[in-house]
């Protein structure tokens, strides 16, 4: 927890067996439930950001992506590296939220009524200049890429990893991360001349 | 000719400097403002046996001909807001749900220094004398159970009080501010001790009470036996703190992680609304006592030294932090305790040189806290009067940018810069 607050860009080890809260939690030790939220909630809430979800919506996906984890978690066969399991998870999420908004943008286009922006505030997360700017770049980019660039570059997970998490070959993530590469290094370049 | 799945590792972008420090901030600034605590207690909260087993899926279909419904009414609300009705401020730790039920009440979640990265402006500091004066002191930690729908509760709970010509007494609020409570007139730990399940009114009063084909809240004061968590906070919400009160302690009467949320929020209830810090004191021991081993134990033994810092039994908060940082669970929440160990060295014994102790040992924990826990040793060694001391800290805390009270900190910085370049100023 404390290496996960840390910052250091490969977060998450990747262990060969469940650790300890996790086996705890798969044999029904209610209290690991806390360390293994502990230990894993800064990293699926900022994966989340960094994939896009918007603050407003931040605390129900972590909520949900935590649940399914609880409640899945005695078929949990310990195949899949925990790290790997969780960021799918937060994967599914974005995109369940993601697809709500667009659902919400639809209606709001059909209705022409666009709500007031002072209706919620993000008083806790400081939306500072190097994530603004990476969260600019990071828009720039496909889904896919995203999740990609987001997972190679930002978590530092190994390639191999990636590819399993995202669901798809190590050549076409490759590929992906040499576009999103492109995309992102113009962007970000872009960033530094707005003010 | 190698396999695709063998491919090599592609160069990372982090291996060009100037990307590696942007990723790498950002990477710790995407981390900022999250409540790991005040999260676990929600997704707790969903688990209990009697939440809803899910909140309802986005179906497309369903969801349209809801939101086409929901917009219309809307549109109404709008029309009639436009007249002048206040503007929501809602802060990211209530939950979407919760968020719904706060209603247009300005619920504004109080400031944090440790996570809140736009802090209410600090007070103007002046040059302290040991001991810290109390205008220049540092403010204590706020608990990590308080803020969200609770003091919005508690606003409302003191506009009630205010509409009724009644201010809130002074013996209530009076305390809070300077950190301590008064006595209450009984023991209520002792009480709870004796009986951690105070009685409830019969089953057929409360019947009674909620009226035939009444929801499970029928209305201030009155409950009913299913009474459900969500119900319990919108009693507190609709500013009658002491039927929530009573709808948690009926909560708490069962078993499982429903009671043990229950008896939790009870404890932040009587702490951040009624202002009852003992009461609080005695839910969170009625919870050490039925759940030994409860999933909110840690949050629970860390709301008690709090809670006794805050009562000014700085004994029994020492005791119990010592032993806590001596288990497991107390090392991960070592950099909390020990900023809270300075605190109540510095406030409440006096005692700066045990005071700057404590806060060093946060400060080598790092993180937010560790930051924190410079600005707090800063000044600690200001009151001693170890100048170079305090400007060593101050500069480390200042180290980083976006710091929340950078301004404060760096006019403290310049004020013994100065001093230090005065004849005969000591070193």
Redesign the interface.
């Given at each position: 927890?404390?290496r996960a607050?840390?910052?250091s860009?490969v977060e998450v080890e990747a262990p060969a067996s469940p650790p300890p809260p996790l086996l705890r939690c798969v044999q029904g030790d209610?209290?690991a439930?806390?360390a293994l939220?502990?230990q894993y909630?800064?990293v699926a809430?900022?994966f989340l950001?960094?994939l896009g979800v918007e603050?407003?919506?931040?605390?129900?996906a972590?909520?949900?992506v935590?649940?399914q984890m609880?409640?899945y978690l005695g078929s949990f066969r310990g195949d899949a590296d925990t790290s790997t399991w969780l960021y799918r998870l937060c994967i599914t999420q974005a995109r369940?939220t993601r697809?709500?908004h667009r659902?919400?943008r639809t209606?709001e286009r059909v209705?022409a009524?666009v709500p007031r922006e002072?209706?919620?505030?993000?008083?806790?997360?400081?939306?500072?200049s190097?994530?603004r700017?990476?969260?600019a770049a990071l828009d720039r980019l496909s889904e896919k890429e995203r999740q990609a660039f987001v997972l190679?570059?930002?978590e530092?997970l190994?390639?191999?990893q990636v590819?399993e998490i995202v669901g798809c070959?190590?050549?076409t993530l490759?590929r992906r991360?040499?576009e999103a590469?492109q995309v992102?290094r113009q962007a970000?370049a872009a960033t530094e001349v707005d003010p | 000719m190698s396999e695709p799945n063998e491919l090599p590792e592609a160069e990372r972008l982090t291996s060009d400097p100037e990307l590696r420090d942007v990723l790498r901030r950002a990477n710790l600034e995407y981390r900022a403002g999250l409540d790991e605590a005040a999260a676990f207690r929600r997704v707790s909260e969903r688990l209990a046996p009697d939440a809803p087993r899910s909140r309802p899926r986005t179906h497309v279909v369903t969801a349209l001909g809801l939101a086409c419904a929901a917009a219309a009414g809307w549109l109404v609300w709008l029309q009639a807001e436009r007249v002048g009705a206040p503007e929501v401020l809602v802060g990211p730790e209530v939950s979407a749900s919760e968020r719904a039920l706060v209603g247009p009440e300005p619920a504004r979640v109080p400031s944090d220094p440790e996570t809140d990265p736009h802090p209410e402006p600090a007070r103007e500091a002046t040059v302290p004398s040991a001991p810290i004066a109390q205008d220049d002191a540092i403010e204590a930690p706020r608990a990590a159970v308080s803020g969200d729908v609770l003091e919005a509760a508690r606003r409302t709970a003191d506009e009630a009080r205010a509409r009724k010509g009644r201010a809130a007494p002074e013996a209530t609020k009076k305390p809070l501010e300077a950190g301590k409570l008064a006595p209450p007139p009984h023991d209520r730990e002792a009480a709870s001790r004796r009986s951690p399940r105070p009685a409830t009114p019969p089953r057929a009063a409360r019947a009674s009470e909620a009226g035939p084909g009444v929801g499970s809240i029928a209305g201030k004061g009155q409950l009913v036996r299913s009474a459900s968590r969500e119900d319990c906070l919108e009693l507190a919400r609709r500013g009658d703190p002491r039927a929530a009160e009573r709808c948690f302690d009926q909560r708490a009467a069962g078993s499982g992680l429903g009671a043990e949320m229950a008896l939790y929020e009870m404890a932040r209830l009587r702490r951040d609304v009624l202002r009852d810090a003992v009461g609080a004191l005695a839910a969170l021991s009625a919870y050490r006592e039925r759940f030994e081993e409860g999933s909110l134990r840690n949050e629970v033994d860390l709301s008690r030294v709090e809670l006794l810092a805050e009562l000014g039994r700085s004994g029994d908060a020492l005791r119990e932090s010592a032993a806590l940082l001596a288990g497991s669970a107390g090392r991960e929440r070592a950099a909390e305790l020990h900023l809270l160990r300075g605190d109540i060295f510095q406030r409440d014994v006096q005692d700066l040189r045990a005071a700057a102790a404590e806060y060093a040992q946060a400060e080598a924990l790092g993180g937010s806290r560790g930051a924190e826990a410079s600005r707090r040793l800063g000044a600690c060694l200001e009151a001693l009067g170890d100048r170079a001391g305090a400007l060593a800290a101050y500069r480390r805390y200042a180290a980083e940018p976006g710091r929340p009270h950078a301004a404060e900190v760096s006019r403290r910085i310049d004020r013994l810069a100065r001093a230090g370049m005065r004849p005969g100023a000591r070193p």
């Open positions: 927890m404390v607050a840390i910052g860009l209610r209290g439930w806390r939220h502990r909630y800064p809430a900022a950001r960094k603050e407003r919506d931040l605390e129900d972590c909520q949900d935590f649940l609880f409640r369940r697809l709500r659902v919400a209606l209705l009524f002072s209706l919620v505030s993000s008083a806790s997360f400081s939306e500072s190097a994530q700017r990476i969260a190679y570059e930002m530092g190994p390639g191999k590819a070959t190590e050549a490759w991360l040499h590469r992102f970000l | -």
